[in-house]
């Protein structure tokens, strides 16, 4: 088949050349109807002297927290049985957890930055801190970020047992990414941003366009993420005050019999542009009839405005007995 189809060409070129048309001449035979064109020569690789491959972003470190020694503490830690503290941060994390998903009165821009502080130290804000990210942990819908943000006096590496290192403060530097200095933990839904190195000019770092882009990124990164930051007492230090102006929502631990009223109207008054502020009374002696022994335990006020009032459609202060917490930070 394929000789009469050359031999037929080969006739019509001979034809077209005796009429006088000009045939230019091939450099090499034509390949026959069908045939396979001839393979390419394979050119090795040469190596290139200074290429390596990219290297594997690395992951967020991981952690283990001790949950028995934590649990001792009066911490609420997952699958532990339930507790008379553990429903009290129950209730005291569902308003919360409502206005961080839009749910509440009204939308609140980064509602799920939530900043828990103290007028004073030693009022349990860190305490407070850590049970309400334990709390919201167990939560189906939700994950949580525990930040220290006391960056001149950090607590959560003492009370968690967590290592110094870079943080918040490396972040806000540039000298380090997230996935450097987040710490993963062993509890499947809470993560934990250290302070990170301390830093002489540390409140003009959190009054940043830095630290306002980082808040606009872990607020909107993940919907269903909330965020805990640990913060100074408002009347020690500034950098809670700048930190507050970047919170949806912000929890001041008010200690029962200890801290002064005017204090308290004191360090409300330093945070009266944040949208919701709620006080929680720590270590309130309560006697209850329902079944749970008198004790201490937590009450709290919850609205909008000043704060020490109650918001539209809100449950009155909900209190009830607890164990006397054993950590005050």
Partial sequence: MNGSLIEQAAQRLAQLRQAGVEIPQLDR?????????????????VPVADAEPAAPRPASRKIDLDLEALAAQGIVTPNA?????????????????RNAVGKGVSTITHGNLIMVTSALAGEGKSFTSINLAMSIANELDHTVMLVD?????????????????????????QTAEMQDVLLRTNVEKLTILPSGSPHPRATELLASDAMRQLLDDIATRYPDRIIIFDSPPLLLTTESRVLATN???????????????????????????????????????TATTDGYSSGYGYGYGYGYGYGHGYGPGEDKAAEAAAEPSRTAA
């Fill in 149 to 173: 943000a006391d960056v001149a006096r950090p607590s959560l590496p003492r009370m968690l047992g967590i290592p110094q290192g870079p943080g918040l403060l490396d972040l806000l530097k």
């Fill in 81 to 97: 049985p339930r507790s008379t503290v553990s429903d009290q941060y129950r209730v005291i994390k569902r308003p919360l957890i």
């Fill in 29 to 45: 035979a034509p390949a026959a109807v069908g045939a396979m064109p001839p393979a390419q020569p394979t050119v090795p690789a």
């Fill in 247 to 285: 919170m949806g929502q912000v929890v001041v631990v008010v200690h029962a019999d200890k801290t002064l009223q005017t204090d308290v109207e004191h360090a409300l008054s330093t945070i009266d542009n944040c949208p919701v502020r709620m006080l929680l009374l720590n270590q309130a002696r």
